[in-house]
Nanobody, 127 residues
Framework: VQLVESGGGLVQTGGSLRLSCAASGLTFDEYAMAWYRQAPGKKREGVAWISNSDGSTHYSNSVKGRFTISTDSAKNTVFLQMDNVIPADAAVYYC?????????????????????WGRGTQVFVSS
């Protein structure tokens, strides 16, 4: 299985960036896809998830309303559209394939069991 991220680079505060992750070696529709990020000195955190069963999307509070996760099943690709970027978004972004459970639809609580990871793509944000 390979997950290959691309699209990282330098973006200005308030700008936009679109990350892509091409998956191979797996049956794409059998996995929920996700984006995580890790800034220097910080733990890896999940930012966006998309269900393969109902297409629902879920976001961390830190990116909700600014980032959008989507998939193109024909191309086995997951995207992360990053809008209104802020300096705190600077990190290495990783995509993951795994299993998603929606624990509470009202609150949006989910659990994610990651199975496969990409190597990441770096995002820099200039102020």
């Amino acid at each position: 299985v390979q997950l290959v991220e691309s699209g990282g680079g330098l973006v200005q505060t308030g700008g936009s960036l679109r990350l892509s992750c091409a998956a191979s070696g797996l049956t794409f529709d059998e996995y929920a896809m996700a984006w995580y990020r890790q800034a220097p000195g910080k733990k890896r955190e999940g930012v966006a998830w998309i269900s393969n069963s109902d297409g629902s999307t879920h976001y961390s509070n830190s990116v909700k309303g600014r980032f959008t996760i989507s998939t193109d099943s024909a191309k086995n690709t997951v995207f992360l559209q990053m809008d209104n970027v802020i300096p705190a978004d600077a990190a290495v972004y990783y995509c993951a394939a795994g299993n998603l459970k929606i624990l509470d639809r009202t609150s949006g609580h989910i659990s994610y069991d990651d199975k496969f990871w990409g190597r990441g793509t770096q995002v820099f944000v200039s102020s």
